[in-house]
């Protein structure tokens, strides 16, 4: 970069330089989360494949049958899915 402050589109002098940026870390949050995640994980059967006729898609807890990624609102994931996928706790729509 060079020592001549940039302008930005509202005219505002942008003088921070790449190398006055801090790093991305990871909050004490992230570590809690990944801990959730990975005990999950271990409980959870879920697979990116279909098992038969039953998937997400067509499982009571997917919030939105017609997008191809959709959140599922079961009390043992409450993640994003795909369409396609399918775990141990499908359950037909009523």
């Known amino acids: 970069m060079t020592d001549v402050p940039e302008t ?4 505002v002098v942008d ?15 992230d570590a809690v989360r ?3 995640l990975r005990h999950l994980a271990d409980d959870a059967v879920l697979r990116s494949v279909p098992n038969g006729a039953e998937q ?3 499982c ?3 919030l939105d049958p017609d997008a191809e990624l ?8 409450r ?5 396609g996928w ?4 499908w359950e037909a729509q009523l």
């Open 60 to 62: 009571f807890y997917y």
């Open 15 to 29: 003088d921070m330089r790449d190398d006055d940026l801090i790093p991305p870390s990871p909050k004490p949050i």
């Open 70 to 77: 959709s959140y599922c609102w079961h009390p043992k994931l």
């Open 34 to 36: 990944a801990l959730e």
């Open 86 to 89: 399918w775990c141990q706790w």
């Open 79 to 83: 993640i994003l899915v795909g369409r």
């Open 8 to 11: 930005t589109l509202g005219g």
């Open 56 to 58: 997400c898609d067509n």
